[in-house]
């Protein structure tokens, strides 16, 4: 037999690294655990990728997929709709913060962060604004890899293979306030200042080339940036006083991550665009969706007008079905609320680590956090990139999967480790990952 990736192409990942080593396999997962093809059980401190929030293992919303899939496997939303995406949208719709009643089915990610940007232009050349093109987002924020997405994202390493990328991109400060030192101790002065940043680039590039503003609620890549206070509502501010689109990309931050569900509602501002995916069916078909607001469909209503885009899988009918079939999981058992019952006794857990050498900083909302590892916590300083390769890859990533913990150590910004388990765990689930995290972490100290 040959070996697993001799033709499986694995995603972002050093095909060289399972050449003569086996891949992790994972055959089976149960709430908020999945076991891999040697039987060995791990908890899942990243609900796969920030994806499976209901849990593992829910039979009811595999049996949605396959009553849907024996009455109507497929149409497609192309001058045609069927009943689930129907009622999908409505839900979405109810559930959206304000005026986003209009909800635009994608696959994934990627792709209703790529339809909004598109939206966003045709939009304003709709209004008779055609020169509005350009997008600000934030440093080292991940918003996708499709050639427009990944113009909005912010990480240099991943976007250099493919250049020349879609012009237009253009880049702020994000928000890690551990790495502002100029700011002292002042999150409010911070946030103003970052925020603000957005209208200087807005000034800088022309009002009147830029179109849209895309910010995640907490941001990802960097591990965990929640906003400092106000920081949203100085962005509103600015983006309507330029007639720029604040597209609030949550695609990790929605459905119940942050304990509402919408990031937006949690950090209390009114997007013009949401984009989402991944936990809206919590992971059992791939769906995602660009929610805009009424002002912005409104051009396309009137006579031989139509927004010029579709995706084929886009509001999938089994997704749909997935999808209302997850809702009413959320509804039934109060995620969004049982996250918030339970955040503090997760960032509790979490911030026992501090103790240790090596965690600097432990940032986040909800179920959503960043651990960042120092070298030296009273300076802050960060490893270098041979300590962080050796750190990292070399040793954290396997040890914590060998500990039972799957979760994610990222250097894309500064090494972090990110957690966002499935919305079921709770106290016993937070004392394991703090374990775990505890003997893998001191071991990692010891080496260095
Ligand atoms: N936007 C954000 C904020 C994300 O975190 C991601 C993926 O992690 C994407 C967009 C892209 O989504 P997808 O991988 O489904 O295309």
Redesign the pocket.
Known sequence: MGNPTDHLWLHFTRMSSYRDAPVPTIVRGDGAYVWDSEGRRLLDGLAG??VVNAGHGRTELAEAAAKQASELAYFPLWSYAHPTAIELAERIAALAPGDLNRVFFTT??????ESAWKLARAYFKRIGKPTKHKVVSRDI??????MG?LAITGLPGIKADFEPLVPGGIKVPNTNFYRAPEHGDDPVAFGRWAADEIGRAIEREGPETVAAVFL?PVQ??GGCFPPPPGYFERVREICDAYDVLLVS?????SWGRLGEYFGAQRYGYQPDII?T??ALTSGYS?L?AMIASDRLIEPFLHGTESFGHGITFGGHPVSCAVALANLEIFAREELTGRVRTNESAFRGSLEKLYDLPIVGDIRGDGYFYGIELVKDKATRESFDDAESERLLRGFLSGALFAAGLYCRADDRGDPVIQLAPPLIAGQAEFDEIEQILRAVLSEAWQRL
């Open positions: 990728l920030f994934g990610g990627s792709e209703a962060v924020a991940y918003h996708g890899t499709t997405a995640e990802n890549a990309d949550e695609v990790i931050c984009t995916a991944k791939p995602g």
